[in-house]
Every structure is written in C-alpha cells, then in structure tokens.
C-alpha cells in the first residue's frame, strides 16, 4: 500500500544532543511537509518541499533544519534539541492539485528530550 | 489572529446518534476544506474534503456542509461508532501548500 513512513516511532535524546528524524513514502508526491504537534493543538507547520525547494517558515527556530536526498525520502535535523522540542514530529505529503491539496500524514514521531 | 475555529474543545454522543462537529473561518479567500482525525499517538487522518464550489459533500458515514455566506462548516457523523471517538481537526487551504488548522474538537462516543 501507497503510505508515509516515519522511523523511528519514538525518539528519546538528550538536552543538546543532535538527532534526525526521517520520513519517507511510496506515494511519489511532489510536497513533503514537517510539522510539530504538541499535546493535543494542532499540528505547526515548520517547512515543506516542493521537490527540491525547500520552504521555511517564518517562525521556524534556526535550530530545525530539512534534507531531502530525493522525491521518497526527507529528513528533519534537531541541531541541538531543547526541553521545549518534546513533542510529536510529523511528516506529510501531497500533490499539487490546483490548491485543493490534501495532505497525507505519516504515524508521526513521538521526541522525548532528557 | 485565528482563521480557523473550532469553538467546542469536546462533544460527547451516544453511539448510533449523529455527531455533529462544526468550524468556521474567517478568510474569505479559503477555497478548500478538510476535516482529520487523529486518534492519540499517531498521525492526523485524512477524512473528508470540501471544494468552496460545492456546499456539501458525502462519503459514506460522514458529510460535511459548507456555508459560506456564514462561513460555517461541519461536519456530520452518523450513525455514530465507538471507533469515531477521537479528535477531529478542521483545516482551510486558500490556492496554496498552506494548511491553517482550527484548534480541535475531542468527540466521545459513549456506549
């Protein structure tokens, strides 16, 4: 089955150590997304990809920073995680459909920071 | 500034009824609409879709209506399941990659 596929599942790091959170999919979708969701608000929007050019956003800390090698895979960098970066990462994707996009999200993964 | 509100943070309905969830916005230049669900832990779930041309559109239990004189929509669960019980997010896209999100309604289904 076509899906968004998000390793690992869970993440514990330490205060100040990097980590890399991947993502990638079978869905051969132009726009990859990450965001950040914490508790149960809605999901924050931190860059995406329309293939290979990349889109911050504005209020994106320097501190997140995105690969993305090729169309099925996408990485998010966590230069130096702080004890406010606990929270769930997800990754989504889309095609571009005139602008009635719809994402589709991966299972997400859960960042604990120690 | 919030374009996309979902004023109940929670809805509890007996099973078999209807759940009714509602959201509005603010920017008129919003031309498309979905509703997710996201059950804890994992990722949001794509339910339904609205284009602003049409008013309602169904796919099997759930409809969403779309009024955009109010600038209202909702959407209708029915019959409600115990396995529709989870949080439900509005989000609006106008033209562009951008998905503003409203802030969630918890629905319960109660046996």
């Known amino acids: 089955d076509a899906m968004v596929i998000q390793n690992p599942r869970y993440q514990v790091t330490q205060f100040g150590k990097p980590v890399t959170l991947s993502c990638s999919q079978t869905l051969n979708h132009n726009v990859m997304y990450w965001y950040q969701q914490k508790s149960s608000q809605a999901p924050k929007l931190l860059f995406h990809y329309y293939d290979k050019d990349f889109n911050n956003e504005a209020d994106t800390p320097d501190n997140f920073q995105s690969r993305r090698p090729n169309t099925s895979f996408c990485f998010l960098d966590i230069r130096s995680p702080g004890l406010g970066d606990a929270a769930m990462y997800l990754c989504a994707t889309s095609i571009p459909s005139g602008g009635a996009e719809t994402q589709y999200f991966g299972p997400g993964t859960r960042l604990l920071v120690l | 500034d919030q374009q996309v509100k979902q004023n109940s943070p929670s809805l509890s309905v007996q099973e078999g009824r209807i759940s009714i969830l509602n959201c509005d916005y603010t920017?008129?230049?919003?031309?498309?609409f979905l509703w997710y669900k996201k059950y804890p832990a994992e990722g949001p779930t794509f339910l339904i879709s609205?284009?602003?041309i049409k008013d309602k559109n169904e796919d099997g239990r759930f409809t969403v209506f779309l009024n955009k004189s109010a600038k209202h929509l909702s959407l209708h669960i029915v019959p409600s399941q115990p396995g529709d019980s989870a949080v439900y997010f509005c989000?609006?896209?106008?033209?562009?990659?951008?998905?503003?999100w409203g802030a969630g309604t918890k629905l319960i289904i109660k046996p």
């Open positions: 609205i284009s602003s």
């Open positions: 920017n008129s230049m919003f031309d498309y």
């Open positions: 989000a609006a896209s106008a033209s562009n990659y951008q998905l503003i």
